[in-house]
């Protein structure tokens, strides 16, 4: 189960398209296959419409050379790698918890740090972030803190460390003193920094590979190597191309590349997952799915593609009807998940899917937009009739019309699913997640209640409040 989305819009595509080959299902031409699951997500061949076979063959070259690379990059930063001194056969509590958080000024990361820093169980939290021109790391956790009534007392907590380093330098870019403080005293790593950039290739990512296998050493290199816990924010992109005939993903070591062939972000992310789960440290992937709205005021960035798609729904008086199911998470529930297994006794799996038990369907973003609704390919050909017509500024400055290509892949999978009588099986967009695991360690996650049509008015008020949907369309009434 999962879906996860852009943080920034890419650049323009092309706003043509074939409508025959939009309304066409793709081919399998292996037993993977390729599902858009954003909307910057390029052509990655694993599965195309009506390809001869010399297409076919070029799909497979395509795939090997992306495996290839993936496994070269597993064992580059998965060499000679330290032994870890016998591990507990059931998990020793620590006197104390020491978190390491990476990456605690973005959107999940914010709220990570919160949920540490008010929880007693925590003796110390130890937040590591790049300098930015956006100003001091003190100064941008306060403005997040802020932009989401978080409690911003709690970063004059006594046991809040703020350091600035980069973990792809050595010693993570940190004084002596610093770097040795943290590797004597940490018994948690979370690390969560990891640029979403989804238009890049896998090898834009090495600076972050390097970074895992430098966190990773010097957590071998510690004293408490034995009951240290690393915990890396993975994402469903790690298995981005699993063919759901398969079943859900489980919540294990993946042990075939091409699972995770497609955007270099989620090939980064399997490469990833790779190197952690040869450390030898206790450690878990946790695959994210699609995070929306905080469950309190509704939150959620404009800047991804659920937003996007409602905007310009609301501008061309018409919502896209949409097969499947939605695995969507809370962000702030994402954290609190997080949380919970940070804290938790027993021995973690390799990996852990954090998506919805309970999904919902399309309709709850449906109601919340009174407007006629379409089928999907109707939708995309009312955008592209509006892009034609577009002039260059214009087109430069609407996020749909930049996303207009991955809509039109969107629509593609979507009539796939229709097709093959799938719409009420079907995850959409994202292969669907075993949950079983995380949820015996979750209570957050065992819980958690499906999502509703007011959660999906709590959002588009929020759009509303935010500037980004034009309240001039009153539509509040009607909500």
């Not at 070259?61 to 870890?84: A, H, N």
Request: aromatic share 8%; hydrophobic share 35%.
């Amino acid at each position: 189960m999962t879906t996860r989305q852009p943080a920034n819009a890419p650049e323009l595509p092309s706003a043509k398209s074939s409508p025959a080959a939009r309304d066409s299902a793709p081919t399998n031409l292996t037993r993977f296959r390729s599902r858009s699951y954003m909307p910057e997500m390029p052509s990655v061949t694993l599965g195309t419409p009506q390809c001869d076979g010399t297409e076919a063959a070029a799909v497979q070259i395509d795939i090997k050379q992306r495996t290839d690379l993936m496994d070269d990059y597993i064992e580059k930063y998965s060499s000679g790698l330290s032994k870890v001194p016998s591990r507990p056969s059931a998990k020793t509590p620590e006197d104390t918890v020491t978190v390491l958080l990476t990456g605690s000024t973005g959107h999940l990361g914010t709220d990570i740090l919160a949920i540490l820093l008010a929880d007693v169980k925590v003796h110390k939290v130890y937040t590591l972030n790049r300098r930015s021109s956006e100003g001091p790391t003190s100064e941008r956790h306060h403005a997040k803190f802020k932009s989401k009534q978080l409690d911003t007392e709690l970063l004059n907590s006594r046991k809040f460390v703020s350091l600035d380093g980069d973990t792809s330098l050595a010693s993570l870019g940190l004084d002596t003193s610093s770097y040795e403080e943290i590797r004597g005293s940490v018994t948690v790593i979370i690390h969560n920094a990891w640029p979403i950039k989804l238009s890049r290739s896998l090898s834009f990512f090495e600076p972050n590979l390097r970074g895992l296998r430098n966190l990773i050493d010097m957590a071998l290199a510690s004293p408490r190597a034995p009951n240290i816990r690393f915990l890396f924010s993975s994402t469903y992109f790690a298995a981005q191309s699993w063919n759901s005939n398969d079943g859900p993903v489980p919540e294990d070591t993946l042990t075939d590349p091409r699972v995770g062939v497609g955007l270099g972000y989620g090939e980064s992310k399997y490469v990833a997952e790779q190197i952690l789960s040869r450390s030898g440290l206790e450690s878990s992937s946790l695959r994210l799915c699609q995070l929306c709205g905080r469950s309190t005021d509704g939150g959620w960035s404009p800047f991804e593609w659920v937003p996007i798609m409602v905007k310009a729904s609301f501008e061309m008086g018409a919502f896209p009807i949409i097969a499947g199911f939605i695995p969507w998470i809370p962000l702030d529930i994402a954290a609190k998940c997080t949380v919970d297994i940070v804290l938790s006794d027993s021995l973690l799996p390799p990996a852990l899917n954090i998506s919805h038990p309970r999904p919902s369907k399309w309709d709850i973003l449906e109601k919340a937009v009174p407007v006629p609704k379409v089928t999907f390919s109707q939708w995309v050909s009312m955008l592209e009739s509006r892009a034609a017509q577009a002039s260059p500024d214009e087109l430069q400055r609407s996020p749909a019309f930049k996303l207009l290509s991955g809509f039109q892949k969107l629509a593609v999978d979507n009539n796939a699913v229709i097709a093959a009588g799938r719409q009420d099986i079907d995850q959409y967009p994202g292969p669907l997640l075993s949950t079983e695991k995380a949820q015996a360690v979750s209570q957050t996650l065992r819980e958690l209640q499906r999502l509703s049509p007011r959660e999906g008015r709590r959002w588009v008020e929020y759009w509303m409040t935010a500037g980004f949907i034009d309240p001039g369309l009153d539509i509040q009434s009607r909500l």
